[in-house]
């Protein structure tokens, strides 16, 4: 068996039927690549073949009464792919707007925690096009958030695609074994008693941490606070429901306008987020006179030693959508950016994995609860959105034989910050995923929309 890191652990806690925790995906691909042709079966044969050597999709939890830790990850002895892996039709004409609606029903269902938490949903129909003559399929993937982060989960896409159609499926790897409920408990009693000595030997770095913030402060040189961000039509409570949109917008053009300004590809991303949410505010009289403030994932595989699949930090960005010209609003979000990251980077990579070990199941239930029911989410959000950047291979890629033309990635959204804007690079391509609340944002394809429009105002200003 192999437990749960508290960060990881901290997305269970965090679900509710209002608020599941899982990432999607909807990928867009070409099935005429497919190594004798289409079908059903013979996708979900080449499936379960990949899946004995991915071991995580073939995992659930399991916990006991006692256990004063984290669940555990042991195998699923009676796993069947046929419980994970789904077939449907889009309803004619099979447009954008029936494949998100219904992607967006997906996205809203929670994942069956006695089971490997993870699906994959085949859908035909897309455009109205025959699969099987025309070549044309989309596939949304969902997998609990306890389980991947961005890099984990682009890490896990990978293992299911390959850079060349016929690719051998990989040997098969072991999983994590099993575990009796009494050595969860044991194991969890362990761990509950070090958490003494564990939490005294976190105490110097937070204080030092805390200290280099204060410093930094007087200086102005601290990224963006927490319950600072202004309310917007999207910091409300959420309910069940889900809804979707995407963009496609091409890599070189987003390239060009970082190197014409000397700024990284993330900060062009921000900008487009910046320049789209800003537009989209405007035009209903609603643009906050303060900047809005992004809560921005930060990857910190590689800096920590740490156990879990979750392997994250968090930066608050500044948007500054309270700028117009849409260069000085690049510019000052490029540097607020490169004040963030230092802070973050000073902070230690650590920190947050460390302290998310002592938060028991109770705390967040009852923190998120509280939270939801108050009129804070309305008031005072913590942040106004999620917005993540995740690159990705710059090669063609063949998901079960089938070439990948497009791979929107869509994050969780949270009560009080009801909206996900995640982009990923993908062969010459820049996807961008939208996932909202249809209560909170009606419209979300004007936002999705928007996103060709200002990047095209940057291009112009490269001129």
Known sequence: MQRLSG????????????????????????????????????????????IKAMPEFR???????????????????????????????????????ELAEICGHIASLQLD???????????????????????????????????VDGVTGANLMSQLCSTEA???????????????????A??????????????????????????????????????????TAPPTVFNAKITGRRNIAYAQLDLEDVKAVKNHFGVKVNDVVMALVAGV??????????????????????????????????????????????IADPVARLEAIAEANSIAKEHSSAIGATLLQDWSQFAAPAVFGVAMRVYARSRLTNSIPVHNLVVSNVPGPQVPLYLLGCEV????????????????????????????????????LPDLWELADEFPIVLEELLAATA
């Not at 009676?78 to 099979?94: A, S, V, Y």
């Not at 869509?410 to 010459?428: E, R």
């Open 113 to 147: 925690r006695r089971r490997p938490l993870w699906e994959m949903w085949v859908i035909e129909g897309v455009a109205g096009t025959d699969c099987h003559r025309d070549g044309r399929l989309a596939i949304m993937t969902k997998v609990h958030h306890a389980g």
């Open 186 to 227: 044991a194991g969890g009693l362990l761990r509950f008693a070090a958490r003494p000595l564990r939490l005294a030997n976190m105490v110097p770095d937070t204080v030092s941490s805390v200290v280099g913030t204060l410093l930094r402060a007087r200086q102005g040189l601290t990224m963006a606070r927490p319950f």
């Open 277 to 322: 949410l800003r537009q989209y505010l405007a035009e209903r009289n609603a643009l906050p006179g303060s900047s809005l403030v992004a809560s921005v994932p930060v990857s910190v595989h590689g800096q920590s030693d740490r156990p879990g699949r979750n392997q994250v930090s968090a930066m608050f960005s500044t948007l500054h959508t309270e």
């Open 405 to 440: 033309k497009a791979m929107y990635p869509l994050g969780p959204i949270f009560h009080g910050s009801g909206l996900n804007i995640t982009a990923m690079s993908l062969n010459g391509k820049l996807d961008v995923g939208l996932i909202s609340c249809p209560e909170l």
């Open 7 to 50: 960060l990881d652990a901290s997305f269970l806690y965090l679900e509710t039927p209002d608020q599941p925790m899982h990432v999607c995906s909807i990928l867009d691909v070409d099935t005429s690549t497919m190594p004798g042709g289409y079908t059903f079966d013979r996708l979900r044969d080449a499936l379960s073949l990949r």
């Open 166 to 184: 016929d690719a051998p499926a990989p040997d098969p790897v072991d999983g994590v074994g099993g575990g009796t409920g009494w050595q969860i």
């Open 59 to 97: 995992e659930k939890l399991a916990n006991n009464p006692l256990n004063l830790d984290h669940p555990v990850w042991v195998d699923d002895d009676t796993f069947d792919i046929n419980r994970h892996l789904h077939r449907i039709g889009l309803p004619p004409p099979g447009g954008r707007t």
